[in-house]
């Protein structure tokens, strides 16, 4: 796989975590490059490019939101951050300074291994061609003609309905925070509406999904925003939802 040659530069203070994240990514093929503080990071990153930066929050010196910050003003490289088990605020204002995902301290080898094979995974289909149409399960966006399909039968969507639709869908994989959805649905001044985002998105939830049970095209990531899955995430009301 494309994906298992790819480097991944971790940067972590704790010499202990540091090592288990190495012994973990180098398992699963990566080449991993490892920084103890962001200062040293943002100098290998003067010289290499990696195709992943594992990012904690808590370091000493410069912590890893300012130096996400900086990495975002000359990289799109995907970036996850790790953060304490309670912090939402946390979370969110990775999120919303350009982090791809978070991982939540303490995580599990195979999670850490499955979050940067996803994030790995969108950035190798996000350098392509914007797709005109996203289909998962019975679901078909046409962003071209503007219809939403639900099981080959038209969906009627508000123009808010379907602009928040097709940012999630465009996003797909990735968390969106509540304010970066309030933010490009309806501006800058709505940041802090939660009530419309919730009253609209439950109204969508009424036209895609099936109210008996869990929703699997809006995803609640609860007290931080929303996402729309890949096709790796997707989970149909099969088994794994019982
Ligand atoms: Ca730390």
Known sequence: MLHNKACVLVIEDDPRILRLEQM?????????????????????????????????????GMDGFAACYQIREV???PIIMVTGRDFNEDKIKGLE??????ITKPFSPNELAARVKAALRRSAMSTGVIEPTVQIGDLFVDFISNRVMLANR?????????????????NAGRI??????LERIWGEEYSGE???LHVTIGRLRLKLEDPARKPKYIITR???GYSFP???????YGSRLA
Do not use: F
Not at 24 to 47: I, Q
Not at 97 to 102: E, F, R, W
Not at 155 to 162: F, G, K
Not at 176 to 181: G, K, M, N, S, W
């Open 194 to 196: 939660d009530h419309l």
């Open 97 to 102: 300074i350009g982090a791809d995902d978070y």
């Open 75 to 77: 990289s799109q490289v």
């Open 222 to 224: 609860r007290g931080i």
């Open 154 to 170: 038209e969906v009627l969507l508000s123009d808010t309905e379907y602009r928040l639709l097709c940012y999630l869908a465009r």
């Open 230 to 236: 890949i096709e790796d995430e997707y989970v149909g």
């Open 24 to 60: 973990v990514l180098e398992k699963e093929g990566y080449t991993v490059l490892t920084s103890l503080t962001a200062e040293e990071a943002l100098e290998t990153l003067a010289e290499i490019s990696p195709s992943l930066i594992v990012l904690d929050v808590g370091l000493p």
């Open 176 to 181: 969106v925070t509540r304010d970066q959805i």
